[in-house]
């Protein structure tokens, strides 16, 4: 086994021939089924609840309510219950929950829970929201305990800023052109083919769940603290799960069913119908950005100020975390001289979103692309030697004020170059004045965006087994990606010199691995590879004393060479692993090793931060997309006629599998930039509940990718390699809203191009895009008061 082999996934039968075992599979005997009584309106005052009707029918074992969680959780903020206490604050929010022998049973008693709500108006929109005489969503915000250092304001749930240099003395100079640009963008589902589901049981003490999730730790703590019991006194245990995407990175149903399991002494199960994914899961954020920026003559950015508005929903949920990203997805790829970035993540009376592949990214990608865009067209600059004038590189400092290695973004430009002629477009003419031979226009684009992979702690133990093979115990969940089925074992096997059918990877338990932050950000095969590594070399130190023993020689004479140890100058005098573990076990013991690996920080620019959960980029990567596209001007359809990427891997482990996941990316990122769009009425009820309404790319929708992975780039990740699951869809919408914006003359400002969107855009329909309700002053839109933010990153005024 070796670095760069195209290790085949070991799932892939069983998956494709549907004998996985998902949560979802799952009915142990004597089970209870659970329904969710959930709120008819978006906002309100509850005035009574009465239960008694439901509790009655034949069958139900058991209802809980607000009064049996009393208990808040949150990431930053703990703003949130596990029901709608006092306070309705979204559409579908739970109101109560029923155990019942069937779920016909459950959901009939559903039907009978009585509550009598007092309605408010909701406030849908973040324009709505951030009105000076808005309601409070949360009028009790004050006193919600707060774990990480932050701003926040009624109903602004969080703040994160970033503040390096003197903005406006920048844009006070008679020598730059100033460019002001208006984006919104809209949610998008997950749509992982597995709901949010969970089995729970409360036996001698103790709860334990098994459960769909990427986050098996988290779910551990905000079931403790939801049921105020110990962290210890709760078990998660996750097999395959079908899907997640970043909307299983926060517990979702698990509360319930163990408290209905302990009131019960019964096994409970839940599971969401694909309408209520569709009515509540955790979609990316929808958003709103206004950005200006301040050229010099030369082309250099001497100045940027952004806010970024990002629809948090009725809780603040992962969106208090991720407004800290805007500092790298906006702020990454170019060098700045001054700038002050801004995102708040806003309440409004509608389901709370969360986390989504690349997070943010998307949105801001596509944002800095078209406003990138409008200041070559304001300035007369080609775009792409903009582009080299100021992609950051070796040495370059970004809007942090961290100072970034390698020289990545240039070589990869170069590389597109060579890609591009290697793969031509689908042959369908020549193009002559902007419109193929059939008549539709014709538009092209070349974009680059940045990401990093969220590093943060893991732990991993490798048991020598007396086979010679190993087992891994970690908290890692495979999740569809093979991440846990492809790059852990081969980083093992590679470490170990064993052959990779040899590597076992047991399922996530929080009672038989140590602790890790979750599967998302890009981070299973650099942090879960590098806890691997260390436990692996723990392995290999332990061997050497045990091959010592058994060959009668001195450790310091002995070396690894092709899976086994030999004596260094006799290559004939040869331990196996084999014979080293069964030595092992029948002198000393089992041998095993554990390791851990994390973060190793940044040096940034002290002060020039602020409501930030991450410290900095821990280990930037780039991509390139190159996109053609046909734009029929009568309909609006977009045909994608040629799709090509230059990813930076750092090392890649498996080839084909970082393939496959950039493959998926962009399929996903095509629906994010053309198909899907979840709209909410004026109730506050999404109007998209179920996949017939909500439209997901298709079969024909899948277009070729022409991939070039590229190598090389600093990393210390396991091997050299960086993540590769993320960053595939970072640069989707930016690249087919900029070849739009090639074939239609037209300023481009919202995501989804949907067929109307475009027809609407080619006619001229709607007037530009303004966002008035956001200033094109960057101090007037901070909570946080701005002098001090100022001061702490050591500008003067």
Not at 453 to 458: E, I, K, L, R, Y
Request: hydrophobic share 40%.
């Amino acid at each position: 086994m070796s670095i760069g082999h195209n290790a085949t996934r070991r799932d892939g039968p069983d998956k494709v021939t549907g004998r996985t075992r998902f949560t979802i599979d799952t009915y142990p005997t004597r089970v209870l089924h659970t329904a969710l009584r959930r709120s008819d309106v978006a906002a309100g005052r509850i005035t009574r609840l009465d239960t008694t009707r439901a509790l009655a029918v034949d069958g139900v074992r058991a209802i809980i309510t607000a009064a049996d969680a009393p208990g808040f959780e949150g990431i930053g903020v703990r703003d949130r219950k596990l029901f709608a206490d006092r306070l309705i604050r979204y559409y579908g929010e739970p109101l109560a929950a029923i155990a019942a022998e069937t779920q016909e049973i459950a959901e009939h008693a559903c039907k009978l829970i009585e509550v009598d709500v007092e309605p408010y108006d909701p406030i849908v929109r973040m324009a709505q929201s951030v009105a000076p005489d808005a309601r409070l969503i949360h009028p009790d915000w004050e006193t919600y305990e707060q774990t990480e250092p932050g701003t926040r304001a009624g109903n602004v749930a969080w703040e994160a800023t970033v503040v390096r240099g003197d903005t406006a003395a920048a844009f006070a100079r008679d020598d730059v052109t100033v460019v002001e640009s208006c984006f919104d963008t809209g949610r998008q589902n997950q749509a992982y083919f597995e709901p949010r589901v969970c089995i729970a049981t409360f036996d001698d003490g103790r709860y334990t769940v098994e459960t769909s999730t990427q986050v098996p730790w988290t779910v551990r703590t905000v079931v403790s603290e939801l049921l105020d019991v110990p962290e210890s006194s709760v078990r998660v245990v996750v097999p395959a799960v079908g899907g997640a995407f970043g909307g299983k990175f926060e517990a979702a149903l698990e509360a319930f069913a163990a408290i209905l399991a302990k009131k019960t002494r019964r096994p409970v199960r839940i599971a969401n119908s694909r309408q209520e994914e569709m009515l509540t899961a955790p979609a990316r954020d929808n958003a709103e950005i206004k950005i200006r920026s301040a050229i010099d003559r030369d082309g250099h950015i001497v100045g940027r100020e952004a806010t970024v508005l990002m629809d948090a929903g009725a809780y603040s949920g992962e969106q208090g975390f991720l407004t800290a990203m805007t500092a790298y997805t906006l702020g990454g790829i170019y060098e700045l001289g001054a700038v002050r970035l801004v995102s708040q993540a806003v309440y409004t009376n509608t389901p709370p979103t969360g986390a989504f592949r690349s997070c943010n990214g998307t949105y801001n990608s596509f944002a800095l692309e078209l406003h990138t865009q409008e200041i070559c067209t304001a300035t007369g600059i080609d775009k792409d030697r903009f582009l080299r004038i100021n992609a950051v590189r070796d040495g370059s400092v970004n809007a942090i004020g961290q100072r970034l290695d390698g020289d990545i973004i240039l070589p990869m430009l170069d590389r597109m170059q060579t890609l591009r002629e290697q793969t031509p477009r689908k042959a369908l003419g020549r193009v002559v004045d902007g419109k193929l031979p059939d008549g539709r226009l014709y538009g092209s684009s070349t974009v680059v965006a940045g990401w990093f992979v969220f590093v943060g702690p893991s732990a991993c133990t490798v048991n020598l087994n007396p086979d010679g093979g190993v087992t891994v115990v970690t908290s890692g969940v495979e999740i569809g990606s093979g991440s846990m089925m492809q790059s852990i074992p081969q980083i093992v096997a590679v470490s170990l010199g064993i052959p990779f059918d040899d590597v076992t990877v047991r399922a996530a338990d929080t009672d038989s691995a140590g602790y890790d932050v979750g599967v998302g950000g890009g981070r299973t095969t650099v942090s879960l590879g590098g806890a691997s590594t260390a436990a692996c070399e723990e392995v290999r130190k332990k061997m050497i004393i045990v091959a010592a023993d058994l060959l009668e020689t001195s450790p310091d004479d002995l070396k690894f060479i092709d899976g086994a140890v030999q004596v260094t100058g006799i290559p004939q005098i040869t331990a196996t692993i084999k014979q080293i573990a069964r030595h092992a076990q029948n002198r000393f013991g089992p041998i095993s090793g554990s390791g851990s690996f994390n973060r190793k920080g940044v040096d940034r620019l002290p002060g020039c931060i602020a409501g930030h959960m991450v410290d900095g980029i821990e280990m930037p990567i780039y991509t390139v997309h190159d996109c053609e596209i046909a734009l029929d001007h009568e309909t609006g359809h977009i045909e994608i006629l040629a799709y090509r990427t230059v990813q930076d891997v750092g090392r890649a482990i498996n080839p084909r599998a970082i393939g496959g996941q950039i493959q998926g990316g962009i399929v996903q990122g095509l629906g994010y930039a053309i198909h899907e769009e979840i709209t909410i009425d004026a109730l506050g009820r999404i109007e998209q509940t179920g996949f017939e309404t909500y439209r997901l790319p298709g079969v024909s929708d899948v277009v070729p990718i022409s991939i070039d992975l590229f190598e090389g780039a600093p990393s210390y990740g396991p091997l050299g390699a960086k993540g590769a699951g993320e960053i595939p869809i970072v640069a989707v919408g930016s690249a087919v809203a900029s070849a739009v914006a090639s074939a239609s003359g037209k300023r481009v400002q919202s995501l989804p191009l949907t067929p109307p969107r475009v027809w609407a855009l080619l006619n001229d329909i709607d007037p530009p895009l303004s966002l008035d309700w956001i200033s094109s002053s960057w101090r007037d839109n901070v909570v946080a008061d701005p002098h001090t933010l100022e001061r702490n990153a050591g500008v003067k005024r």
